[in-house]
Structures are given as structure tokens and as C-alpha cells.
């Protein structure tokens, strides 16, 4: 008899998306002259590079002769992209070895993926409100949840105190909703707390390409110390418009070791690369020259102009909010502005006022936890001439 994994029974329906689909639908139907504008979901909209498009286009073209086509490749990916990351970081101000590098094919996957190296009976923290596959993949597991909260009082940047017994911390910064960031002091007290607990964090930076502000960080390896108690997990879907493409990397550093119960030493990049190369079989050729394109010279320059784009719908968005008198958090170091609901609505409220009222969509806080309640998320990631007639209809009528 197949026994089944019945963790799955315990993951709660996610409702939130499908619900908002479903809210839009009834609405469009019922007011078919109303043009509703998006600004919901949380994805980008603008096409990838030149540069990137022309390096996808030579990678096809190597791919259609036999003297340059490519079968399976290192499963940790290509060293023309690892060497580009290692690069890349370095204008971060951290440095790393290319083996502590490991392409994937998103920060998603390798999020879930990574609780493979974990024992189950780890307690996890995870900050309220925050991107649910924290959340998900280990309830799947079966594993402790604690959560920290998010709230005005601490800017939604929770921080540890001696009174958390964790084991494993999912921070995410520039965070997803609220767009709040640490700063490299609040990162400090993490390591801190990390080091002194043999906790490991899992440091999920997926908006790190947003940070134009020196003070913030955008690697959690700029805290002395990091590298032995972090993961860092990365993406080019947001900062590079690879949502579609699928591309992101995750960085185990030399020094993460832990100790199994009889006292044995293990490398958590050794375990990385075993289970990466046992179980995944590596990004596409095409896309890794695409995503080593987006760190050549011209691909940032283009790459930096797209995420001026979206930073500048978001600029217009927090001075409509601004002029309005209404709170909000985020949008300087990320594409999401985490509004607070006014007159004390519920998510959902406010949710539906701004559908029917303005025909504008956003995302309910409460989908990302129990703390985004009485909050709503936008994005910033639509078009100019949308994101100029929402903020219009907000500044008109809310
Ligand atoms: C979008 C997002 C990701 C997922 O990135 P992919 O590389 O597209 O899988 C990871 N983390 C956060 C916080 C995100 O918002």
C-alpha cells in the first residue's frame, strides 16, 4: 500500500489568487465599459534585453550545428555564468569562490529544494507577512513553523531576541510584499543571533537589483560572519524580467559546516552539490548565455533601465499616496508599495472598494500571513500609462 506524504493535508488552500481572479471576472462581466486596471500580481511586464535576446539568439544558433551544440550540462551551471555572478557580486562588495555559486532555474524551486538538506525536526522561523513558499514547502515537511512578526512599530523588518528558538530563519529583503529592507546593522543582529544558535538563514534575495541606497544591503555576505551561517537565494525573474525564462542562482558559502548528532562535520555545499546533481540536471545552455548577458556591461546598463522604469511608477504611486494622506510602506527598494488600508477596512474591503469604486486590482495583505491584515499590496510593475490613470482615479475618488 502507497502511503501518502499527509502533511499535504495540512497546507491550507491557497485561495488568494484564484479569489481575486474570480472577483475580477464577475466584475468585468458586469461592467463591461469599465477598463480595470492590475496591479496585483507580481509580474514583470516589460520584454527581457537586447542583450539578452541577442546572446539567446547566438546560444540557438550554436545549438543548430554539431560543432557547437550543447547536451547535458554541469548540473551547478556553465563557468561563464558562475564566473559572471562571482563578478557581479564583487560590485556587491562580496566576494566569492565560483564553486559556492549554484545556477538554477529560480529562487522558487531552489526555495522548496533547499529544505532537502534539512533535517525535518528543525524549527523554522518565518517573518508575518512574507512570499507563502516559506511557509508551504515546510509545512510539507512536516516540520515546527514560528513565526515573527511584521508590524508598523518595527517598519515590518522583525527582528531576533533571545527569547526565539530557531533553527532555520527565512529573512527576505527587499521583502515580498511589504518592500521594507534591512539595513546592514539589523542583518548584523541576524548573524548574530544565527552564530550564537547554529541557526542557519536563508536569505532570500530576490529584489537585491532594487537597492540603489549604499546603506543596504545587497548580499547578506556583506555581514561579517555571514558566510558561516547563510544561504543567499537569488533570481532574474524581477531584476531581469526572466519570470517567463527561468533563471536564479543560490549561494552555499566553503565555510557553512554543521555538525550531525555523532559530531561528523558536513559541508552544506558539498550537500547542496549532491542533492543539485543527484536531482536536478541543470538550466538550459540558451538561457544561461541569456543570463550571462545580463551581467555583461550592456546588459546591466539595459537591465538598470528597465528597474528605472519600474522605480519610477513606484515614485509616482507613493507621491499620489503621499498626497492623499495615506500610509503606506516599500517602493523605495523594491517594486511593491504596502498600502494600509484606510478607515480601518479589512483587506478584502478595501479590496473590493478599489474594484468597484476604481476598477483597480490589488493583492489582499492577508494572503501573505496573518499580519498583512488591513494592508493591501500594489505593484509597480504595469505600464506608464496605466499606473498614471490608477493613481488619477485614486487621487480623484478615494
Ligand atoms: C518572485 C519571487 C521569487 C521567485 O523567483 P523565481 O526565480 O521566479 O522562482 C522568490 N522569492 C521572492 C520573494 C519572490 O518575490
New binding site residues.
Given amino acids: 500500500m502507497a502511503l501518502m506524504n499527509e502533511n499535504y493535508c495540512n497546507l491550507k488552500e491557497s485561495y488568494l489568487f484564484s479569489q481575486i481572479a474570480a472577483k475580477v471576472t464577475t466584475f468585468t462581466a458586469e461592467h463591461p465599459d469599465k477598463k480595470v486596471i492590475r496591479m496585483g500580481i507580481?509580474d514583470v511586464t516589460l520584454p527581457l534585453a537586447p542583450a539578452v535576446i541577442k546572446a539567446m539568439q547566438k546560444a540557438v544558433e550554436e545549438m543548430a550545428t554539431k560543432e557547437t551544440f550543447r547536451g547535458y550540462g554541469p548540473e551547478q551551471g556553465y563557468d561563464f555564468l558562475r564566473d559572471a555572478l562571482v563578478k557581479y557580486y564583487e560590485t556587491a562588495g562580496v566576494t566569492l569562490a565560483r564553486e559556492e555559486i549554484f545556477v538554477s532555474d529560480?529562487?522558487?524551486?531552489d526555495?522548496g529544494n533547499i529544505t532537502d538538506i534539512f533535517s525535518d525536526a528543525n524549527t523554522i522561523l518565518v517573518p508575518d507577512p512574507v512570499?507563502p513558499v516559506y511557509v508551504d514547502t515546510n509545512i510539507m515537511r512536516g516540520r515546527k513553523i514560528l513565526y515573527i512578526n511584521g508590524t508598523p512599530e518595527n517598519g515590518f523588518l522583525p527582528m531576533p531576541d533571545a527569547s526565539i528558538k530557531a533553527d532555520v530563519i527565512y529573512l527576505?529583503s527587499p521583502n515580498?510584499p511589504t518592500g521594507a529592507a534591512y539595513t546592514k546593522a539589523q542583518l548584523e543582529e541576524w548573524v548574530t543571533y544565527a552564530l550564537k544558535n547554529d541557526a542557519v538563514i536563508l536569505y532570500?534575495a530576490?529584489y537585491e537589483a532594487f537597492v540603489t541606497d549604499p546603506a543596504i544591503p545587497r548580499s547578506i555576505f556583506v555581514v561579517e560572519g555571514a558566510k558561516e551561517c547563510a544561504i543567499e537565494l537569488c533570481?532574474l525573474?524581477?531584476t531581469a524580467g526572466f519570470?517567463g525564462t527561468r533563471c536564479?542562482y543560490t549561494v552555499v558559502p566553503h565555510n557553512l559546516k554543521r555538525k550531525t548528532a555523532d559530531g561528523t562535520e558536513l559541508s552544506l555545499n558539498k550537500m547542496w552539490l549532491r542533492r543539485q546533481t543527484t536531482k536536478f540536471n541543470g538550466v538550459p545552455y540558451v538561457i544561461q548565455r541569456a543570463a550571462e548577458a545580463v551581467f555583461s556591461e550592456e546588459g546591466q546598463k539595459e537591465c538598470q533601465e528597465m528597474l528605472a522604469f519600474y522605480r519610477e511608477n513606484a515614485k509616482i504611486m507613493m507621491d499620489t499616496f503621499t498626497k492623499k494622506g495615506l500610509k503606506f510602506y516599500g517602493g523605495v527598494y523594491s517594486p511593491y508599495i504596502w498600502l494600509e488600508c484606510p478607515k480601518g477596512m479589512t483587506s478584502w474591503a478595501f479590496f473590493d472598494y478599489l474594484l468597484e469604486k476604481l476598477a483597480i486590482v490589488g493583492t489582499p495583505g492577508a494572503g501573505f500571513g496573518q499580519m498583512g491584515e488591513g494592508y493591501l499590496r500594489l505593484t509597480a510593475f504595469g505600464s506608464r500609462e496605466a499606473t498614471v490613470e490608477a493613481m488619477a482615479r485614486i487621487e480623484e475618488s478615494l
Fill in positions: 507580481g529560480g529562487a522558487k524551486s526555495c512570499y527576505c515580498n532570500d530576490a533570481s525573474s524581477k519570470t536564479g
